[in-house]
């Protein structure tokens, strides 16, 4: 039979056990952020405002897929890697890639305000959970 000392040492160091264990697993991921495989699909087609061309997708995949190192020093940047959607979508499925970000056709039109609804310029994010439940927060 199991005494009372026992069983409170057990309780109290049971949760305290699987706390540590959960932070051990976690541990790291924050600092390898630069190696998370991402996937960038630009989508958006360039427009012209009056004689410029705008392209603000491209601008944003080329900002994501080549940063520049002396203004992301400091920051938290995924390894983003300019992609289509098919190879996205199967990197997505197999693991090849962890959040795929999608920019759509529209974007340039909405940055510069010539789409009639008004709404902001989206991008679509998902992720794959399975390789890593803090992938869904950080996408």
Known sequence: MTTRPTRLVAVLLLPLLVGAVALWSLGGR??????????????????????QPIAAGRLLAAELTSPDPDTTEDAMSLDFRLTDAATAEAGLRDGTYHVVMTIPEDFSARVVGLVEDGAPAHLQVRTNDSSSALMGVLG
Not at 36 to 41: D, E, I, N, S
């Open 30 to 51: 924050v600092d390898n952020l630069d190696r998370v495989p991402a996937a960038v699909v630009n989508l958006d087609e360039m427009i012209l405002e009056g004689e």
